[in-house]
């Protein structure tokens, strides 16, 4: 894990595994960022190839403790990869993948905003035409 900043933004970069203890330590680094009085944070999950239901909960937390402060949390998590793709290398596949799977399955997809790169992740939104 680790974090910088990019373009106003705090982003927390995350690998391998979110369970009961690596969850633990990604609730403490978004509490210490807005402890710091960051309100714009990203969490890029690219290279996470698993998620369990605490690490659900973690991502839940940080986007409500977000919001409590007028905060904004954005995830970075690559399409999925298409069906006819090969096996994914690992017990738990390739980063992204699985926590789409996640995602799909309980339903949480949409409490999100979810991005394909850290570059799109903190782009200004398009200014809408008149």
Known sequence: MSSEGFQGWAV???????????GG???????????EGRRRVVLDLAAVRFCDSSGVGV??????????????LRLVLPP??????????GPHGAGG??????FTA?????LFDIYPD????V??????PA
Not at 106 to 110: V, Y
Not at 123 to 128: G, K
């Open 80 to 89: 999925s990869a298409p069906a006819v793709a090969p096996p994914p290398s």
């Open 106 to 110: 309980l339903g949480i997809r949409r």
């Open 12 to 22: 927390l970069r995350v690998a391998g595994e979110i369970d009961l203890v690596t």
């Open 59 to 72: 991502l839940i937390a940080a986007r409500r403790l977000l919001r409590s402060c007028s905060g904004e």
């Open 97 to 102: 993948g699985h926590v789409h799977r996640v």
């Open 25 to 35: 330590q990604i609730r403490a680094e978004v509490h210490r960022m807005v402890a």
């Open 118 to 121: 850290v570059p799109s992740a």
């Open 123 to 128: 782009a200004p939104p398009l200014a809408r």
